[in-house]
Structures are given as C-alpha cells and as structure tokens.
C-alpha cells in the first residue's frame, strides 16, 4: 500500500524538516508537492496571463468566464494569444509587451535552496516525488527545467499529466 503525504506551502517549515531522522520521510511511500509557494516561488510577478485578459477585455472580446481558464490553459503563450484574438484586435506591440511580460515573470522563478537535495535524499531512498499545479504550461516547462538535476517521478500539471 502507497502511503502517500501531500506538501504544500506556507514555507512555515522548511522542506528540510521533512528529512529528518523522525520526519515523515520515515512513514511515506510518496510525496506529492505543491509547486507555488512550496517549492518554488515567482520573484518577479507581474501577472502576464491577467494583463492578457483586460486587454482583451479592452478590445471588446468578453472573457468573464475565461478568468481561471488562461491561468490553466495547456498552450504556450502565443498560442493562447493566437486563439483569444482571432479577429487581431490587440496591436503587435501589444502582443510583443505581452509575451515579454510573461517571459520575465517565468524566468524569474526560482526554486527554494533546500529542494534539490530533499527531492535527492527521498529519490535516493525510493520514496517517490511527484509535482502539482494548476497553473499553465509555460510555468511547468520553467519548473522543470530547474529541476534537472532531481527530476519527479510524475507531474500533475492542471491539463497534462504524466509519469516523467
């Protein structure tokens, strides 16, 4: 039987307390992290997916159900600008500040100094790590990308699953 806890962050304790000789470690088969807020973090927000959304407002498209949708969306961001503008109403210059803004705010995730050798000390003792989040794709290709040297045994990324 998987004994499986489930970590997510208020980063009240550090991921570090999981490992300790009495920690949970002891007891679980399985760990399943929350991503945002647990072990990584966005630095820079600015919140690209929501300015998408007003300007497409803006420009008379009505998006008032759409709000958790683009957080969650599994296309990349050109994609997503592509689809929700058909009839180009945003300007270039809008679509290009746009696609900067996101990229700022993915490349300023980082991950939090204790994660890589917690996901090592677990993975080396068989004790499966596995990721969550629902927020788009773009953050899921940026939080893996930083997780290279400790790759999760499986990620439940909002629309995509998959055992890595």
């Given amino acids: 039987m998987v004994k ?21 470690w002891t007891e679980a088969s399985a760990f399943v992290f929350d991503v945002f ?5 966005i630095t820079a927000p600015n919140r690209a997916y929501k300015e998408l959304m007003q300007e497409l407002k803006s420009a008379g498209y009505d998006i008032k159900d759409k709000k958790w949708e683009f957080l969650t969306l599994d296309k990349s961001f050109p994609e997503v600008l592509k689809n929700e503008d058909p009839d180009g109403r ?10 900067e803004s996101l990229a700022e705010e ?3 995730i980082r ?17 499966g790590v596995a990721l969550c989040s629902n927020l788009a794709t773009p953050y ?6 930083l997780l290279s040297e400790a790759v999760p045994d499986a990620i439940i990324w909002r629309d995509r699953k998959s055992v890595v």
């Fill in 140 to 145: 899921a290709t940026k939080v893996l990308s």
């Fill in 37 to 41: 807020g647990t072990i990584a973090d």
């Fill in 90 to 99: 945003l300007s270039k210059e809008m679509k290009r500040k746009l696609n």
């Fill in 111 to 127: 991950l939090y100094d204790d994660v890589i050798p917690v996901f090592k000390f677990l993975m080396d003792r068989e004790i």
């Fill in 106 to 108: 993915i490349n300023s």
């Fill in 4 to 24: 499986m806890k489930y970590i997510f962050g208020d980063k009240m304790h550090t991921l570090n307390q999981l490992i300790t000789p009495s920690g949970p």
